[in-house]
Structure formats: structure tokens, C-alpha cells
């Protein structure tokens, strides 16, 4: 029987790479997102996975989300907790709501995400919990502080989680891309994208299906080694 990943924001960008790659290693995939029922409606028809509408940052419409999914595909063995924003702005222009935006959806969304199919991996002693973490939370970045904030509390989150599910066969990791050509860097003004660029040794954008090769490993049985770490994919850009 195959097993079954959910990920989250698995209908654009990144999450949509590794929602492909993940079918096409055999497990049975759900693609949740947040709100744009136009690319999510695409992305179905295109490659077949089921999408399911939820807000990562809601905790009961989380659980009821996951409860759907298992109820149509199966209990959830492999979880990716992808959905993600930007609220990029110079700390001292920085709003409380701002702030808390960012906190819900990225920080406190992975544990809406994660805390609802913890039980049933402890209780089939099989899991895998992926966290799509950046760079930016490795190294903190400029008019991030909200973003880099949640992205390193990632980084904090799987190593705690590798330390509790590892005796329970289950492992949780990190990938902290680089910057990956997705909507969410080409809404960045084209000037700030090139001398973004510039500062990376590889001298391009990664591609989503480089995380998405990332992840698709991590969830692999080869990986059952693998807890609690963070897998660096940014063209040289940082040694985290
Ligand atoms: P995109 O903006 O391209 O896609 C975001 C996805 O997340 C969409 O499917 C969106 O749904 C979903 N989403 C957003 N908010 C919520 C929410 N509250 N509840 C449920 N789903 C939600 O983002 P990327 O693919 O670029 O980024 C994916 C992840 O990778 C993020 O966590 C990001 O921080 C991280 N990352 C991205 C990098 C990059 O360079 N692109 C670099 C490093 C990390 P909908 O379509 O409905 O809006």
C-alpha cells in the first residue's frame, strides 16, 4: 500500500514541485492551500492530486483539513509543512500586524500542521515530518525580521521533534532553500532580484524541483537516519 503525504501550500511554487515529486515516487498526495482556487483548480487538473482549501494558521480548520484528507486518502505518513509568506519590511516600519501575520501562517502553521498527525505516527511508529525552512532563517535577512524569525523557530522545531519521534520511527528535518524561482521572489522588483543574484555563487535562481528532490529523499526509508537536521540547497549562497 502506498503511503500518503500531505503538503501544505502544495499548489504553487515549491509546494507544488514537491507534491509532483512526490506522486511520482508513489505516494498518494494531498496538495492544501490557502485561498487562490484558480491555480489550485489548474494544478488539479494538470497533474491529478487532490487540493484541499484550508488556512495553515487556523488550527481547528487544520485539523479538520487533515481529518478530510485521511478520511479520502489514508492516514498521513509523510507531512510537508511548505505553506509560507512574505511581509518584507524595514523593522522600524514594521507592524504588529505584520508581525503576527507571518508568526501564524509560517511559525505556529507548522504546528497546526504537524500537531494533528503526530499521534497516529506514534502510534504506527512510522513518520516523516519535513519543514521547508531558508536561508533566510539560517542567516537572517534585511526587512525579514518576521520572516527570518519564523524560519529559524523552524529550524528549532524539528530538531526538538527529531529528539522526541526518533524511538517512535519517525524523523523531522528542514530544507532552508536559497532563493528559488517561484511567484513569491519574482514579486520582488526586478533590480532587487539581480543583485540578489549577484550575491549567490552559483549565479542563477534554484528551481523548485531541486527542493523538491531534497524532500522526496528525506521522506524516503534511506533517510531514516536523518533527524533533526537541515538540509542547506542555495547555489553556495550560505554554509548554515
Ligand atoms: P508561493 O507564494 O509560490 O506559494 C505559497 C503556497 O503556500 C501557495 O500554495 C499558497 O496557497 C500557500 N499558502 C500561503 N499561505 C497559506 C495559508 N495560510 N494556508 C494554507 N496555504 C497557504 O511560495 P513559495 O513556493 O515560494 O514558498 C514555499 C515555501 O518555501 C514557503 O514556506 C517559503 O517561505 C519557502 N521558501 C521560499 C523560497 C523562495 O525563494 N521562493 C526561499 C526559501 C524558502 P494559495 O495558492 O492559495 O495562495
Redesign the pocket.
Known amino acids: 500500500m502506498s503511503r500518503v503525504a500531505l503538503v ?9 514541485a514537491i507534491s509532483v515529486a512526490l506522486k511520482a515516487a508513489g505516494y498518494k498526495v494531498a496538495a ?5 482556487d484558480e ?2 483548480a489548474a494544478f488539479n487538473k494538470e497533474t491529478g492530486i487532490p487540493v484541499y ?5 487556523d488550527y481547528e480548520a487544520s485539523k479538520a483539513g487533515i481529518a478530510k484528507v485521511e478520511a479520502d486518502l489514508g492516514p498521513v505518513d509523510v507531512v510537508v509543512a ?5 511581509r518584507d519590511v524595514p523593522f522600524h516600519k514594521m507592524s504588529p500586524e505584520q508581525w503576527q501575520q507571518v508568526i501564524d ?2 511559525l505556529t ?1 507548522v504546528f497546526n500542521t504537524v500537531h494533528p498527525v503526530w499521534p497516529g505516527m506514534r502510534d504506527r511508529k512510522f513518520g516523516r515530518v519535513i519543514v ?5 532563517g539560517q542567516k537572517g535577512q534585511f526587512a525579514q525580521v518576521n ?1 527570518a524569525a519564523t ?1 529559524a523557530g523552524d529550524i528549532g522545531i524539528v530538531r526538538s521533534l527529531a529528539q522526541e519521534g526518533a524511538r517512535a520511527g519517525i524523523t523531522a528535518n528542514a530544507v ?10 519574482m514579486a520582488v522588483p526586478e533590480k532587487v532580484r539581480e543583485s540578489i543574484i549577484a550575491q549567490i555563487p552559483a549565479g542563477r ?2 528551481e ?1 524541483e531541486e ?1 523538491a528532490r531534497c524532500v522526496a529523499f528525506l521522506a524516503s526509508d534511506d533517510a531514516q537516519f536523518i533527524n533533526g537536521s537541515t538540509i542547506s540547497a542555495n547555489g553556495a549562497q550560505f554554509f548554515g
Request: hydrophobic share 35%; with cysteine.
Open positions: 501544505t501550500g502544495g499548489s504553487r511554487g515549491i509546494g507544488a492544501n492551500y490557502a485561498g487562490n491555480a489550485a482549501k484550508w488556512n495553515v494558521a511548505n505553506a509560507g509568506i512574505t501562517t509560517n502553521g521547508i525552512s531558508s536561508v533566510n520572516y524560519k532552508c532553500p536559497g532563493y528559488i524561482a517561484t511567484e513569491m521572489v535562481l534554484g523548485p527542493i
